[in-house]
């Protein structure tokens, strides 16, 4: 399968290199030639697709580095509470009575917004993995999945589940999923079930993905457990000794943050719900400036409420200049450089991904930058993007060398029967 892109501007590197009016040609999964101005196989008919993209801009996929996809289906169904409260009254009650089925139409239907905002790489800790793992694989979608774990609720089973699921999906999908452990948080497995989880994740090379230092309650429930912040907790216990992705990470110290900065800790930013749940602000800019590396994350959309990627990174710009009382933090390279190149690492999955260049796979997102109100004028479209428009001005999404969307249509998935099976899961509910 061969693709080419022409009459393209690029925005194609973390630092914005741009090539105005160029091409990118795809060979299967990867991109084998990003250049400028006119390709002299341009009008040959050698390419099973050509793709005109005159009036758009080309990205990199965009990365979300921390969602629960299957909680589309409890969208507006808890709102205006604190984590614990909702979490405890609202949120797991309801979960409990999900089951895979739901669980499966409920990711479909998150991945049919992901696709749509420009997201072509997502992870994702939740339960009944192996639907969520089939919906990824139907989709076209990348993906990193694990299985989240509450001590309380999953016990040694769980654990045992939860390896074999990694073990069985570790670049499945044809290369599209790839695994990791996911013990849910500090507060909801006890010291002894995280010792375990770190000797399966050395065992057999896995990294964790966990929930970390969301709140202040959690750090004064850690701090009374265990005499040590969050962070000084899981490092005692070596945790920091495998690559970790730490979603949140709100309640640091100076000393929490030299940790990570001197481990594999990748953190992931997730503004909209640490402001929606009252939880506080992560403090990125120090942590960027420590060199630790930074992605951004939805976090479910009952916290968010959606899983626009353009949106959250508006937020968590516009948070962060206010918390710093600095408007020079947070620019738009630094958004798309943590919505790309940054969100890949933090997921382990290095430099093949978050760059448009010749040799990386192919996960390229087109966005309209003409009859389109937000784009004009055009001096600055990145900032138009991240400033001013949103996810929906995405036309086109191209994961692993294919093409998921075309013109606004998704091409994997029956969109009207996944809207069927969510309304017709929450009446029977
Ligand atoms: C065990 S699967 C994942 C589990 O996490 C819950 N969850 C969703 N958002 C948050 C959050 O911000 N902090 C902690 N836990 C969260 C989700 O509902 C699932 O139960
Ligand atoms: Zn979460």
Redesign the pocket.
């Known amino acids: 399968m061969e693709i080419l892109i022409k009459n393209i501007d690029v925005i194609y590197s973390a630092n914005q290199e741009m090539i105005n009016n160029g091409y990118i040609i795809i060979k299967d999964k990867l991109i084998t030639e990003v250049g400028s101005g006119y390709h002299e196989d341009q009008e040959h008919n050698k390419y099973d697709q050509v793709i005109d993209g005159r009036g758009k801009i080309a990205l990199p996929g965009l990365v979300n580095c921390h969602t ?1 996809a299957g ?1 589309t289906l409890l969208r507006g169904y808890a709102d205006d509470l604190p ?1 614990n409260k909702w ?1 405890n009254d609202k ?2 009650p309801y ?1 409990a009575g999900l089951n895979s089925d739901d669980i499966y139409w409920g990711t479909m239907l998150a991945i049919i917004e992901m696709i749509r905002t420009g997201t072509t790489l997502f992870a994702d ?3 009944s993995m192996d639907l969520v793992a089939k919906a990824v694989q139907e989709s076209g979608i990348r993906a990193v999945l694990s299985t ?3 001590e309380a609720n999953d016990g040694r089973k769980g654990l045992i589940e939860s390896l074999e699921f990694s073990r069985k999906w570790m670049g499945g999908a044809d290369g599209r999923i790839t695994t990791m452990l ?1 013990p ?2 500090p507060y909801t497995c006890s010291e002894g079930y995280l010792r375990e989880i770190i000797d399966l994740s050395n065992e057999h090379n896995l990294p964790v993905n966990i ?1 970390l230092a ?1 709140t202040k309650g959690e750090y004064a429930e850690i701090e009374k457990e265990y005499g040590l912040s969050p962070v000084k907790y899981l490092n005692n216990i070596g945790l920091f000794s495998r690559p970790v992705v730490a ?2 990470c709100v309640y640091l110290d100076d000393e929490d943050i030299d940790i990570m900065a001197s481990n594999q800790v990748g953190v992931v930013y ?1 503004p909209a ?1 640490n402001m929606k ?1 009252g939880s506080g602000i992560a403090p990125i800019c120090k942590m960027i400036d420590k060199d630790i590396k930074v992605g951004i994350g939805s ?2 959309v ?2 968010n409420n959606n899983l626009d990627l353009i949106e959250e990174a508006r937020l968590g710009s516009y948070l962060q200049k206010v918390d710093k009382l600095n408007p020079t933090v947070m620019d738009v390279h630094s958004l798309l450089k943590m919505l790309t190149l940054s969100g890949s690492r933090v997921l382990q999955l290095g430099d093949n991904l978050g760059i448009i260049a010749q040799g990386n796979l192919a996960d390229i997102i087109l966005v309209n930058i003409s009859n389109n109100s937000f784009y004009y004028p055009h001096h600055n479209n990145l900032s138009n993007l991240f400033y001013a428009g949103s996810g929906r001005d995405v036309d086109t999404v191209i994961i692993n060398g294919k093409i998921v969307m075309n013109k606004k249509n998704i091409l994997t998935i029956d969109v009207e029967k996944i809207y069927y099976e969510v309304e017709r899961i929450i009446k029977e509910k």
């Open positions: 629960h909680m984590l979490l949120i797991w979960e800790m939740y339960f989240g774990l509450i996911g849910h948080a929930h969301e979603a949140h997730n719900s749940l976090d479910g009952s916290s």
